[in-house]
């Protein structure tokens, strides 16, 4: 598989170094769907040349980025191109290797469950074969680099191509079963946008089932073991945050880049909720709501880790999805991410309700942002009311995305249990109704 | 969630769709059209109204007094023009400074990417000259223009004098609270972009020219002036933007109640007010009118020099002054006074023009139609679209034998089907992004090999190319999966009506018409075409209903609305010129109408072209 594979990587790469000679590049990296404040190259150039003259970055409300980011581009500044593309060859790699790994270990554990004699008799057909699951992994490596999304984000500069990078090593980590570099990679994460925190459920889920310790609340070793993740997790977040205060020699940074992504002061259209909403608000109830939306993002996690507690990956791709939706300027980078984890359920299709209509109304947003954003902006004739109904439109497709997968993927363990065809107490057909 | 998560109530609509699908299709398509009819009938319509409580009243009493001084300025101006043989830069700059304005110039060059032949022009360098009329006591943020092209030959020389004529009379008035800017601009349309672009310091087109020395704040409105007799029976209004593009409806409303005020004649698309909309020669004028703006909103261009200044999110409308065989003549004097009127109520603006509708159409100039009732008449041809997507989904998820909900798996067949539909996809673009670019790149090989001019060999080889698309290998698809499946085409046209359905919304969402236009000729063909329906016949629907088709008809059918019937040789010649003029606008001024052909709808129609040939 390494061939097509580098084929692959090769063809991506050439459509990215294509686009950056190109003029298309100056045009994107404007776009407010591609980049946002916490993203734009812009901001970073900007903070660069701060620092170069000695001022803090953090001073102005320009720069929002981790001291991290702005010490790594100080030294790579003139190969910024080069490092977009490799962070999304890395993600890209990564992600292979990690459903390699999650495909031989579903196979195995649908062997040992087949050996067992646990499904019953009438649902051979949802069994899969390795034959199906060959190509998956490069399918989810296409996936990801081939997705218009990710490569506007690349072209763009926008530095969500490395929050993507280090949250595939972080689910690669997890993968492999190495607590250390999981605990070390989602830390660097949640320091670069607070969100991935909801992240450590579905890891704890996962080293959990794999080295055999009962997710139990009652159990010591369920405690012992989180503490140890706990302690792990935020040490290397404390080590990170203290190595950025003797980095820049102040705490600047932290209202700068946390205050920035939790208290969101600045409105700039984006594909996300947050922005419309925060323009129409009085000041009086401001505080609410911004509890309101923030807490929303990490409302979903307890609820799904009760019910996903079996299949911590597919509890990694509801979350991705949810701090996709939901955070507080999202881009189309946050999203490729997580729909580069859809040929890995291509399995539940025949399961699917919904996916004609949600495709559809995801196509027809995306050509309709940049439209209503010209009509807005350039030619005066609409305004921001109609750019937010795209937008929602965009935000409901999405959660149908991964509602109908959510509802996909427990039929099948329903009909894994239960039995294919169903049948009444009176022996008749019946049908399966979510109410 | 009900209808999205209840499968029996699904199932039944589902199953309701499929059964009744073509039937469905033919009335909408007919509501549509019948909708769009009856939005020129006057009950469906509303009066005009005004909605910017800063134009409120028109109690302003216009005292301009010196038409006949105008028209002596409009024929000293037609004498330098004669003598210098262009631009007269040295007269116009006294005769501004002599009136108290502050007065610059700028100059411009521009090579056309091939020759113009409607304005005899190939490299074109001009000057604009403007002067700048302080307003005495506020502060220099917001402009009001004034502009009049400079023409060639006996051409709106009397709307440059009236211009000159009202700069007098504003200079001595002490209420201005914008400065007023007098333009006169050379090459019209070219020379307004290259004032336009100086003025905004943008630079979108490639134009060279030299930077404005002199700046009035940001403007507000403008008034383009284009008056070429001594009297006039009737002042038209221009509308029609670049790229569609309409001013704030608040703008037409001004000038038409001036016009009442003030007793002069006014109409729009050059066609008289009527009162008798209940009968049918009525109806018809209504229709008519509506058509007219139909087809110049549709072709994208700007239809007075006012068309680029919409752009930049300033409300400008074109006034020309018509002299028929009437009784009833208004003179200059009549008109200046209108001009005065509207200055000053546009001089009371607190803020942009923005209460009143950006989208609209005019069936007369008392009456329009907004957005609101015209969207449902393309909304019900689009559903066409999405109907026959929905039947193409079922069919193609579905297979013979009865099972639950959604079935097997598209897991095999969509490895193939995926290559046997990128390659047509691929194959269309490639030709549309050929029709983009060929013309301009290969005019001088072109012109070396055969014995036509530069603009013609760009004209005729895009037909060429347009026509060659039609040759195109049917059946790449056998070379990739090796057998043509009945899936095949059904993937393929998902894939074309999605992509049909998404590239005309946004169409019209920019530009109604074009995008009404585009789905009444593209939907029909869209819904209807299969790899089994007759091919001759088809064929030759399909090629009559293309877009190079339609303008052809739409150029004739054109002339017929504004009673200039052509021949066919003069149709012939004419539709070649609309092609030339469409490219060249797209070039000069940034016009979307010519990529937008060639590089979506054209490749969109060749695929359904691909379809119909499906082996």
């Known amino acids: ?435 | 969630m009900g209808l999205l998560s209840d499968p029996n109530r699904r199932q039944a609509l589902i199953s309701l769709l499929t059964r009744l699908n073509a039937p469905i299709c033919v009335v909408c398509y007919m509501a549509g059209v019948a909708w769009f009819m009856g939005l020129a009938f006057e009950p469906f319509t509303l009066r005009t109204y005004m909605s910017e409580n800063a134009m409120g009243s028109t109690m302003v009493e216009e005292r301009f007094p010196a038409g006949e001084r105008a028209l002596a300025t409009g024929r000293e101006f037609a004498s330098q023009k004669n003598k210098v043989d262009g631009m007269p830069v040295d007269w116009l700059v006294k005769a501004m400074q002599a009136r108290g304005l502050e007065v610059f110039t700028q100059r411009f060059t521009r090579t056309l990417p091939f020759p113009d032949e409607n304005n005899e022009r190939y490299m074109v360098k001009g000057t604009n000259v403007y002067g700048i009329l302080r307003a005495p006591r506020a502060p220099r943020t917001e402009a009001l223009v004034l502009s009049a092209p400079c023409s060639p030959g006996d051409n709106n020389n009397q709307a440059v004098g009236l211009l000159l004529g009202l700069a007098q009379y504003f200079r001595n008035q002490i209420f201005w609270a914008k400065d007023i800017i007098f333009l006169v601009n050379e090459h019209d349309l070219i020379g307004m972009q290259a004032w336009l672009e100086g003025y905004h310091h943008t630079n979108t087109t490639g134009m060279d020219w030299s930077p404005l020395q002199g700046r009035g704040g940001s403007i507000q409105a403008a008034l383009s002036l284009e008056l070429s007799s001594d009297v006039i029976t009737s002042l038209d209004l221009v509308l029609e933007g670049l790229n569609g593009q309409l001013p704030n409806l608040d703008l037409a409303n001004l000038f038409y109640a001036f016009c009442q005020k003030i007793g002069v004649l006014c109409t729009i698309q050059g066609k008289l007010p009527r009162n008798d909309w209940d009968s049918v020669s009525g109806y018809s004028h209504a229709v008519q009118t509506m058509m007219l703006m139909v087809m110049k909103q549709a072709s994208g261009r700007p239809w007075g020099d006012h068309g680029l200044f919409l752009r930049y999110h300033i409300e400008a409308a074109t006034l020309k002054g018509i002299n028929s065989f009437r009784q009833h003549k208004t003179d200059t004097t009549t008109i200046g006074r209108l001009l005065e009127g509207m200055y000053r109520k546009l001089n009371n603006l607190l803020e942009r023009l923005h209460q009143s509708y950006f989208f609209y159409l005019m069936p007369s100039l008392s009456h329009f139609v907004s957005i609101g009732y015209y969207m449902p008449a393309f909304g019900l041809l689009a559903v066409i679209l999405l109907l026959r997507a929905l039947d193409l989904w079922v069919q193609l998820v579905t297979p013979a034998a009865p099972t639950e909900d959604g079935v097997v798996d598209v897991e095999q067949q969509s490895g193939s089907g995926v290559l046997s539909v990128l390659t047509p996809l691929v194959i269309s673009h490639l030709t549309g992004t050929a029709l983009y670019m060929l013309p301009i790149r290969f005019q001088e090989m072109a012109v070396e090999h055969f014995p036509v001019s530069e603009t013609e060999a760009v004209v005729l080889t895009a037909i060429a190319v347009y026509t060659a698309g039609l040759a195109l290998p049917h059946n790449t698809h056998r070379f990739v999966s090796g057998e043509a499946t009945e899936q095949g085409w059904r993937v393929l046209k998902l894939v074309a009506v999605l992509y049909l359905a998404v590239l005309l919304g946004c169409t019209a969402l920019i530009n109604f018409s074009l995008g009404f236009i585009l789905a009444l000729t593209l939907v029909p063909v869209a819904a209807f075409i299969t790899p089994h329906v007759p091919k001759v016949l088809s064929a030759f629907v399909l090629v009559v209903l293309s877009p190079a088709c339609t303008l052809l008809f739409s150029v004739f059918f054109f002339q017929e609305l504004q009673e200039m019937p052509v021949s066919f040789q003069d149709g012939w010649l004419l539709y070649l010129s609309v092609i030339s003029q469409g490219i060249l606008d797209h070039f000069l001024y940034g016009s979307l109408v010519y990529p937008l052909i060639a590089l979506m709808v054209y490749p969109c129609w060749l695929l359904f072209w691909n379809i119909l040939f499906w082996k």
């Open chain 1, 1 to 435: 598989m390494a061939a097509p594979l580098t084929l692959l990587l090769i063809v991506a790469v050439t459509i990215r170094a294509a686009l950056y000679r190109s003029s298309l590049a100056e045009l994107i990296a404007e776009r407010v769907e591609v980049v946002s404040p916490l993203t734009a190259w812009k901001r970073v150039v900007e903070g660069l040349a701060l620092l170069d003259l000695g001022v803090s970055p953090y001073s102005g409300d320009v720069f929002h980025e981790t001291p991290l980011i702005i010490y790594l581009f100080h030294f790579l500044v003139d190969y910024a191109e080069i490092t977009f593309m490799l962070a999304d060859v890395i993600t890209a790699v990564a992600l292979y290797i990690t459903v390699k790994d999650y495909n031989k270990q579903v196979f195995r554990k649908q062997k040992f469950a087949l050996e067992a004699d646990r499904y019953p008799a009438d649902c051979l057909e949802l069994i899969r074969s390795p034959k199906e699951m060959y190509y998956i992994p490069l399918k989810v490596a296409m996936f990801y680099l081939l997705n218009p999304f990710t490569i506007l984000s690349c072209v763009a500069k926008s530095t969500c191509g490395l929050n993507n990078a280090v949250l595939s090593l972080f689910i690669l980590s997890t993968i492999k079963g190495n607590v250390l570099l999981s605990a070390i990679f989602l830390s660097l994460a949640t320091y670069q946008s607070i969100y991935p925190l909801t992240l450590c459920a579905p890891a704890l889920l996962y080293f959990m089932q794999r080295l055999y310790i009962p997710v139990n609340v009652r159990r010591a070793s369920f405690w012992w073991f989180i503490v140890q993740f706990a302690f792990m997790y935020l040490g290397s977040l404390f080590v990170i945050i203290c190595l950025s205060f003797f980095l820049l020699g102040s705490w600047d940074y932290l209202p700068s880049v946390y205050g920035f992504i939790l208290s969101v002061p600045d409105l700039t259209p984006n594909i996300g909720l947050f922005w419309y909403f925060f323009a129409e608000m009085f000041e009086h109830f401001r505080l609410f709501f911004l509890c309101v939306f923030q807490i929303n993002v990490f409302f979903y996690t307890i609820p799904l880790s009760i019910k996903l507690k079996e299949h911590p990956v597919f509890l990694v791709f509801m979350q991705l999805a949810v701090i996709a939706i939901f955070k507080s300027t999202p881009t189309v980078g946050d999203i490729a991410l997580y729909m580069a984890f859809l040929p890995v359920w291509s399995h539940l299709h025949r399961f699917l309700r919904n996916i004609f209509l949600v495709s559809c109304v995801l196509l027809a947003c995306s050509a309709l942002f940049p439209v209503l954003w010209h009509l807005w902006i350039y030619a005066g004739s609409a305004n921001s009311n109609f750019y937010y109904a795209i937008t929602l439109l965009f935000n409901v497709a999405q959660i149908l995305l991964v509602s109908d997968y959510f509802y996909a993927f427990l039929r099948r363990e329903h009909h894994l249990t239960y039995g294919l065809y169903l049948k009444k107490k009176d022996g008749s057909e019946a049908t399966l109704i979510l109410k």
